[in-house]
């Protein structure tokens, strides 16, 4: 017996999983007795997709995104003899296309970027969108870029053989003629690839020897600068603050960004007085950098490697080597110039006085003394030269950080002693590449250069276990290798699935340099493994015309920095594994090969969800979105492109079956209850969602059909947020108010089935039937059964053999042109008809972010005058506080009691219908 309560109502299922009740007023019994499709119970989960007749006839030629490779002209590469030669695939497009290298004087840094595969299969629908909404820049590129990836990669330098091989056998080189975007064959005599650094000017031989490629040299100050102001323009939460153990990102705002100081700590120091791009000074510098912490620490402390050194220091006590204040003033405070008995008064003083050897000092106490002798001496010049210029911003990058949070609280810590709280130490995540970055910015032809702030999107770093960080060994290549990678990773990983205590914030003292307290901070995997992300390039998003204030714009309306709400989700979400992963293998057809992608996305998604749990601002400012799409990209990255499929599936047919019933019980209405009956239907059809446990448990007690009449009957106004009044008074107008007919109406839309079918659809076409316009917005990608953009035009077309309105729209919005086989046009009503639009959102998540939507989406925003989101993930999770220029409707039902208690104060299956006029 399930009990389902919406306030003082509550309707029970029957023993037979059937309802009891029965409503006239919407859908006839009968079609609980016809062998229709609507009877099929909504549990089918395991039949594959193969035994599925399309829904639409031979209207759907929906194809697989999964990248198809181009074999043509294959052929090994390398000699016979060895292992596992390379094939190289010189035709193959969405390969990797470009690559720029860092060599400094400790470490190798590779970024490098992979064209997304071409979505041919949208085309059609694009066209006609674009024809319609009046785009005529989208093609503004003469080469097709069409989206990618942007990877960072580091090696050791003194290993750099390891990186030759990386490039060789991932052949980054290729297409790299900088006359063509696309190089014909396997020709490296024009390969020309950018490179800064003093391994730049070092190295140019060997990559000729070995590669047969030219190193373009490109200026490591300049690169510095650019690749700084390339993320701190264009990726958000780049920059970060860190105090005492705290880490807070610092959105910048790119007008107001120059000047500040740049201090890079590589093995030396460059620090440089930044005044826009290209516009720049290096000030100052210092030898006692990253260099000289490794390379001292490695003499006194015998340590094989740079993570071994900085391990040590955390469990250091650097008190017994250093002379502190308090050992000069017999315990005292030296107060009267404000330096506490235990700040540090003279590193490594101690060894001065006492009769020891080096084999007499922990190693651990020499590595700790030694990093804050390095970091203090570095923020301490910072200061000065900020002083110098009058500086308040200082931006701390290179490989010396590593993502350290004792490291960064030192420096944070020096920075404000020392100007006394008047200049702030910043850290960027991408610390270690900004050389990288600012060469391969410096390509001129590829494109990449002019590239618009908002057109990088930074996602979780789904490769990173993998792709990002150090790569020992033959790189990984293909999902086969990361599979196995991530079989390895977390058998030996443990230490990133292990929560990690935090220590309790300390206190500095007086003043004085205390211990900063992160230090008892585990040393986590390295940073650049997890921490980087790898952007995307998404060369057509923009920033949703009509939010009201883009500026103050936050997505998720639940800030996980809330640890008992990361926890809440975090269980949520892991319950929910092993359900996904079953159906993600049957999504392919239960095969061996799906069982195993299964088992590694279920690993990198747990490694991920533990990381996270560890360090919630990890990948940056977390939010449940973020939760959210990272399962999708999880998923995607191992190759499952649409595990809800045949859900999908089945839930439209089943619904399409009813649709007919639904619109002639809805006709014989008057207008306004028809209004407040279609309101209801969108809220009860947004019961089905496939990413609610309790709706889950739900389905396997009844029919779709079934699920949704008593999700209909239970309908009780007032909801818990009502402002259905004032909607119907906009839209019909009162005594004082005149009626108003919308021009255009967004529909962000969510589920497949009943959601978009019978509540959705039916909306459109009262709007449409009042004289306004309605694009349907649809997620670009797959997430749970939410509907796409490419599968709508099908389904409107299936309903539009239903519906004289909707046809007349779909044909005037051009979404008719694959399915209008079987349906007989009347020209006349065609011509008066508005049109019923589809665009893609953008997006491959259950939530929007909405400074990051499709052109297309940003262009028929244009026009709109009414936005109605619908669904949990898009109105509720995200956008339920996002203010609008035009009005706004946000439907919804809580499917989710804690989400319910939170921000309804309310319950499990209450609805919401928040009206929002104008701001
Ligand atoms: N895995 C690692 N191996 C070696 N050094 C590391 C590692 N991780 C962090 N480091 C630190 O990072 C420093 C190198 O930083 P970075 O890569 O920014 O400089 P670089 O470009 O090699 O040097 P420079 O710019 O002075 O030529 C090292 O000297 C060391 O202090
Ligand atoms: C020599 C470079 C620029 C090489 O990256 C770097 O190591 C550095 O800035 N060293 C510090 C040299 C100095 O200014 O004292
Ligand atoms: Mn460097």
Redesign the pocket.
């Known amino acids: 017996m399930d009990h389902l309560t919406d306030g003082h109502q509550e309707l029970s299922f029957g023993n037979d999983g059937h309802i009891n009740t029965h409503n006239p007023l919407l859908l006839d019994d009968k079609t609980n007795h016809s062998p229709n499709p609507a009877t099929c119970p909504v549990r089918k989960e395991d039949s594959g997709d193969k035994d599925m007749a399309p829904m639409a006839g031979n209207s759907i030629h929906r194809s697989s995104s999964r990248p198809q490779l181009d074999l043509s002209g294959a052929a090994i590469q390398g000699t016979f003899e060895e292992r596992d030669p390379t094939i190289l695939l010189p035709n193959q497009s969405d390969d990797i296309s470009h690559l720029a290298l860092d060599i ?2 400790s470490l190798i840094k590779l970024v490098y970027f992979s064209r997304r595969e071409n979505q041919t299969a949208n085309d059609e629908r694009k066209k006609i969108i674009k024809e319609r909404l009046g785009i005529t820049n989208v093609n503004r590129r003469s080469y097709p870029i069409l989206g990618g990836r942007l990877h960072f990669v580091k090696f050791e330098t003194h290993k750099i053989h390891e990186c030759l091989d990386f490039i060789y056998s991932k052949q980054i080189h290729h297409g790299m003629d900088l006359r063509h975007w696309q190089s014909e064959g396997p020709n490296t005599e024009n390969t020309v690839i950018k490179a800064t ?2 391994g730049a000017h070092k190295y140019a031989d060997l990559f000729k020897e070995r590669l047969g490629i030219s190193i373009e040299k490109e200026d ?2 300049n690169c510095l600068v650019a690749g700084a102001n390339f993320l701190l323009k264009a990726i958000r939460h780049e920059a970060f603050t860190h105090m005492e153990g705290q880490k807070e990102f610092v959105q910048i705002d790119s007008n107001d960004l120059f000047p500040y100081l740049l201090v ?1 700590i ?6 440089i007085k930044v005044d826009g791009d290209g516009v720049f000074q290096r000030v ?4 006692v ?1 990253g ?1 000289t912490y490794w390379g001292l620490g490695k003499l006194l402390t015998k340590c094989k490697s740079f993570d071994e050194l900085l391990e040590l220091s955390q469990r250091g006590d650097n008190s017994t080597i250093d002379m502190l204040v308090g050992d000069i003033y017999g315990g005292m405070d030296y107060s009267k110039i404000g330096l506490s008995a235990s700040t540090i008064a003279s590193s490594f003083g101690k060894a001065i006085s006492e009769n020891k050897e080096l084999e007499d000092y922990a190693p651990e106490d020499i590595s700790l003394s030694l990093l804050r002798m390095i970091s203090y001496n570095i923020g301490q010049i910072s200061y000065l030269n900020a002083l110098r210029f009058g500086l308040k911003r200082i931006f701390f990058g290179g490989f010396f950080i590593r993502g350290h949070a004792y490291t960064m609280d030192t420096i944070s810590f020096a920075v404000q002693f020392w100007s006394k709280g008047q200049a702030q130490a910043m850290f960027l995540r991408h610390e270690g590449f900004l050389g990288a970055i600012g060469a391969f910015m410096s390509y001129e032809k590829h494109g990449l250069d002019d590239l618009m702030v908002h057109q990088f999107v930074e996602r979780f770093p789904m490769g990173a276990p993998y792709i990002g960080g150090n790569v020992h060994g033959p790189p990984l290549g293909d999902l086969n290798e990361k599979i196995s990678w991530m079989e390895k990773f977390v058998l030996k990983g443990t230490e990133i699935t292990a929560p990690v205590p935090m220590s309790p914030p300390g206190t500095t003292g007086l003043g004085g340099f205390e211990v900063p307290s992160s230090k008892g901070d585990i040393l986590r995997p390295d940073a650049s493994k997890l921490n980087v992300g790898v952007l995307h390039l998404v060369p057509s998003l923009e920033v949703f015309p009509l939010l009201a204030d883009p500026k103050t714009y936050e997505p998720n309306t639940i800030d996980l920095s809330d640890h008992g709400e990361l926890e809440y989700w975090f269980t949520v979400l892991s319950e929910h594994m092993s359900d996904l992963v079953d159906k993600a293998v049957a999504s392919e057809g239960g095969t061996d090969d799906a069982k195993r992608r299964g088992d590694a996305f279920a690993r990198a998604f747990s490694a991920h969800l533990a990381r996270l749990m560890e360090e919630p601002a990890a990948y940056g400012k977390l939010g449940l979105a973020n939760l959210l799409e990272l399962r999708e990209e999880c998923l995607r990255e191992f190759h499952f492109l649409d595990v809800y499929r045949s859900i999908k599936q089945r839930e439209n047919e089943a619904s399409i079956a009813v649709l007919h019933d639904l619109l002639m019980e809805l006709d014989l209405m008057n207008e306004e209850t028809r209004l407040l009956t279609l309101i209801e239907g969108v809220l009860a059809a947004n019961i089905f969602d496939w990413g609610s446990r309790a709706c889950v448990d739900l389905y396997h007690k009844g029919t779709i059909i079934e699920i949704y009449r008593m999700s209909r009957n239970k309908m009780q106004r007032p909801w818990r947020v009502d402002d259905f009044d004032l909607f119907k008074e906009r839209m019909f107008g009162s005594a004082e108010k005149k009626p108003r007919k919308y021009k255009r109406a967004l529909l962000f839309v969510d589920n497949s089935g009943a959601d978009i079918v019978l509540g959705m659809l039916p909306l459109a076409r009262e709007l449409l039937r009042r004289g306004t316009e309605v694009v349907l917005v649809a997620n670009s990608l797959p997430a749970l059964n939410d509907v796409t953009a490419m599968e709508l035009p099908d389904i409107v077309a299936e309903a539009a053999k239903h519906c004289d309105i909707l046809r007349g729209a779909a044909e005037a919005g051009g979404l008719l042109v694959d399915a209008m086989i079987n349906i007989q046009d009347s020209p006349r009503e065609r011509s008066v008809s508005v049109p019923l639009m589809v665009v893609e959102n953008g997006c491959g998540s259950p939530c929007i972010d909405l400074r990051q939507v499709s052109s297309e989406l940003a262009a028929a925003a244009k026009d709109a005058d009414l936005v109605i989101l619908e669904g949990m993930g898009r109105a509720l999770h995200t956008n339920f506080n996002a203010k609008f220029k035009c009005d706004a409707l946000k439907l919804a039902m809580v499917k989710n009691q804690r989400l319910a208690a939170k921000l309804i104060n309310g319950n499990i299956y209450n609805c919401v219908c928040r009206f929002e006029p104008a701001t």
């Open positions: 400094g004087g650094g003093g490591e100050m890079n590589g093995s030396g120091v460059s620090i100052s510098g210092t030898n950098g260099g």
